[in-house]
């Protein structure tokens, strides 16, 4: 049993939980997940690490209520205990001192990209981050990403807070300003992740995206999270989450993503579409 | 009494008896649930079926059986009507007779070695262990063997990682031979394939609950939800004061086709599927939140013990089944058993077919699979018939999904996180014969880990045999160290 030591509403319809993990808190990296299962009757969902105190032997983990477990997750408080709870999974994100990098974030892709632009800011990297979000309702850990981004900017869909449009209009903004850029990170739903891939690689920026396709177990075992990478399938769950973003076949990641709408289920596709993803595949 | 007259006074009780058939659920009853199929022996049909065995002297049939049950001993006990002292004998070698009877390949293990088998039918050896350990968790509860200490103190620390077949059978070994032992399983329910893999109907799930709350009653201490590698690795075991480690991970990552079309919509790995029905028993949705969806026409791909599996529960789930298999119906892997109930169960078998291909609709979900036909050449290195594709025989069978069930090999996590640790062929982790010690000082393994994926029993064996190696260690390693001591005294 894993204790819920805190619950924050950070934005519309986004929690943010402290949980009591040790041993998933001592090892935590950037990049990395846990899968949970709240309940005898609930189902394993992966959802990433965005944060960990490795003395107080917590995680946080940052959740959009769209799915059928996470709004199940969302009516849960401190002092209830989540019964499963395994991690860290997934390979820590490979984070260098190269130069300048951007962060990009959608949605809920924002509680991933947090503790990797930490850890660039942290190397000595010039981290420059950018976040998309449907309205200024959406946005959260903006202080956060301030204290550690030379600059965030911010596109919201309704033009609501930043820019309005997508955030992939900042990121070409940013090349045809001459910014030069040695890394590009995505984080967030399937479409914005493969736009951003598709811009880079014109560019020639190198690009890694975290993947959250859906899952099972997590450790290697069912292969639901099978991704196309170059010519190879990979196990998101063991060998990634994080890829070669030029490399990834995003046109069948969407189609998998999107495996369990036809079968009647409320909305568990929306838990595994990218962390970014806000159920609007549902409108 | 003398021999002679034991030989003849169970040759005559034999003679024009049949095996005693297993009782099971009617097919057309069983395609509809999910309980077990075969429903187990009265105690008279037990003593009746083990009254036929001939108590031969030279015991062919325990050579059979890799963890070494003194077969004809519990036979005779329950020919006799002994039924807690046949249980008792079983579980000297045997952790989970429970399961075994149920799961083993018996066929080409003891029973195959059965002199009624030349003329006849052999013993049913299988249904009679299933019996006795049936009979054993239903009329005794304190039954299994009691905790075994050294004056009350263990001899060591041993952590097992996984709690498959392997790694419950060393597990339950090392606390017989007196350490303590605590059991790492990544998932939240123990039991490895026989949880996640081998479904209800073959392998109950409260009799896999029940040995492992014996085993806990027993001093072992089990610990879910930590992935070893991960959560923690094997050098913050050895930190935590585990004196050895042993591996049993089993061959938990599947193989995949590498065919055209294998990423479409409603293309499953037999892992997964098998994993959401019995681990996460999404057969109940809604009762449970786990989904599951599966076409009406289903096309099983491999003819080993998982396919058969996972046929016979896309059965259950009302679809129209078929297992394609790429070699001949004698070449099954499969236990027998397994192939005749899910043909009575109205699975449709493709031989000598292998898939090139799966074709998609225009949402990207499958709609057919293309095979070709396959004949039969020599046999290869590995003693298995060759198969090669007959050229023009290309065809298309239509399918609303597709279950990918062949084989499994080792997960890499724990090689890739633990430096030191060797591996050979396909990715399995090397071990020294004998000792089965990996390249990594202290640090053991056995079942699927080190062989690819095998049978439960052979993953027991190993499990079994590592526990004794690993005694072996520490007591030479403790007993040099106490020389050590005394020496610098």
């Known amino acids: ?283 | 009494m003398s021999q002679v007259d034991i030989f003849s006074k169970h040759a005559a009780g034999s003679k024009g008896t049949e095996r005693a058939p297993m009782p099971t659920q009617p097919p057309e009853e069983r395609v509809k649930n999910f309980r077990e199929v075969s429903l187990g022996y009265s105690p008279e049909t037990a003593r009746r079926e083990a009254s036929r065995c001939l108590q031969c002297r030279h015991r062919p049939c325990t050579k059979g059986c890799p963890v070494g049950i003194d077969i004809p001993g519990f036979v005779r006990l329950v020919a006799e009507g002994d039924f807690a002292g046949a249980a008792a004998v079983i579980r000297q070698d045997n952790t989970l007779p429970a399961v075994c009877g149920r799961v083993c390949p018996q066929e080409v293990q003891c029973e195959s070695l059965c002199v009624l088998g030349r003329k006849g039918q052999p013993v049913a050896i299988g249904n009679l262990e299933r019996f006795a350990a049936d009979w054993e968790r239903e009329n005794r509860e304190d039954a299994a063997s009691k905790p075994v200490s050294v004056n009350g103190k263990k001899k060591g620390k041993v952590a097992v990682v996984g709690s498959g077949p392997a790694g419950l059978t060393a597990a339950a070994e090392l606390n017989r031979l007196g350490y303590g032992v605590t059991i790492f399983e990544a998932l939240h329910t123990p039991g490895g394939v026989l949880a996640y893999g081998i479904p209800e109907f073959r392998l109950p799930k409260d009799i896999l609950a029940h040995e492992f709350k014996e085993l806990e009653r027993q001093g072992v201490e089990l610990r879910t939800n930590v992935l070893i590698g991960s959560t923690l690795t094997v050098d913050d075991l050895f930190a935590q004061g585990f004196q050895a480690v042993f591996l049993g991970t089993g061959a938990g990552l599947p193989n995949l086709l590498g065919i055209p079309g294998e990423d479409l919509n409603g293309v499953y790995t037999a892992n997964e599927f098998l994993t959401r029905v019995n681990l996460m028993k999404a057969y109940l949705y809604p009762q449970v939140d786990t989904p599951l969806y599966l076409g009406k026409r289903v096309v099983v791909i491999g003819g080993g013990n998982t396919a058969m599996d996972a046929a016979r529960t896309a059965v259950r789930l009302g679809s129209e089944v078929m297992v394609v298999y790429r070699r001949s119906r004698e070449n099954l892997p499969a236990r027998r058993e397994e192939v005749l109930h899910a043909e009575e169960e109205g699975v449709e078998f493709r031989f000598l077919a292998s898939p090139i291909a799966i074709r998609g609709d225009e949402q990207g979900w499958v709609e057919a699979i293309q095979c070709v036909n396959m004949e039969l050449g020599e046999p290869t290195e590995n003693g298995r018939q060759g198969v090669k594709p007959i050229a023009g025989s290309e065809h298309w069978l239509p399918a609303d999904s597709v279950i990918v069930a062949i084989g499994q090999g080792p997960n890499p996590i724990i090689s890739r996180t633990t430096p030191g640790l060797e591996t050979g062929l396909h990715g399995v982790l090397k071990v020294a014969p004998e000792t089965f010690m990996t390249t990594r000082e202290g640090v053991f393994a056995a079942g699927d880990i080190i062989t690819g994926g095998a049978t439960v029993i052979k993953a027991m064996g190993g499990g079994k045999k590592a526990a004794q190696a690993i005694d072996r260690y520490l007591r030479h390693k403790n007993s040099r160290l106490i020389g050590q001591s005394i020496g610098e005294v």
């Open chain 1, 1 to 283: 049993m894993f204790k819920i030591l805190e619950k924050e509403a950070v934005a519309h319809n986004v929690w943010k939980y402290v949980i009591a993990a040790s041993d998933v808190a001592k090892k935590a990296q950037p990049g990395q997940f846990v899968v949970l299962r709240l309940h005898e009757q609930g189902e394993r969902i992966p959802i990433s690490i965005s944060d960990w105190d490795r003395d107080a032997g917590t995680i946080t983990l940052i959740v959009q209520a769209v799915g059928h477990t996470t709004q199940q997750l969302a009516e849960m408080n401190a002092g209830d205990h989540i019964l499963d709870l395994l991690g860290p999974l997934g390979k820590p994100a490979v984070i260098e001192q190269v130069g300048t990098v951007a962060c990009i974030a959608g949605g809920v892709g924002t509680a991933i990209i947090y503790p990797e632009a930490r850890r660039h800011q942290e190397v000595g990297n010039r981290v420059l981050t950018l976040i998309g979000a449907r309205s200024r309702d959406h946005l959260f850990y903006q202080e956060e990403l301030a204290a550690i981004s030379e600059r965030v900017l911010v596109a919201t869909d309704d033009g609501s807070y930043g820019y309005k449009g997508f955030v992939t209009d900042l990121l070409r903004q940013l090349i045809d300003d001459g910014i030069h850029l040695d890394q590009v990170i995505a984080v967030g739903p399937i479409p914005m992740m493969q736009a951003v891939a598709e811009l880079t690689k014109r560019h020639d920026i190198k690009t890694i995206v975290s993947l959250n396709p859906i899952m099972v177990d997590g450790t290697g075992m069912c292969g639901a999270c099978r991704v196309r990478v170059g010519d190879e399938v990979k196990f998101c769950c063991i060998d990634g989450p994080e890829f070669d973003a030029h490399q990834v076949d995003f046109s069948s990641l969407l189609r998998r993503s999107q495996l369990y709408e036809r079968s009647g289920t409320s909305c568990n596709s929306t838990e595994n579409m990218g962390e970014g993803c806000d159920g609007q595949c549902h409108k």
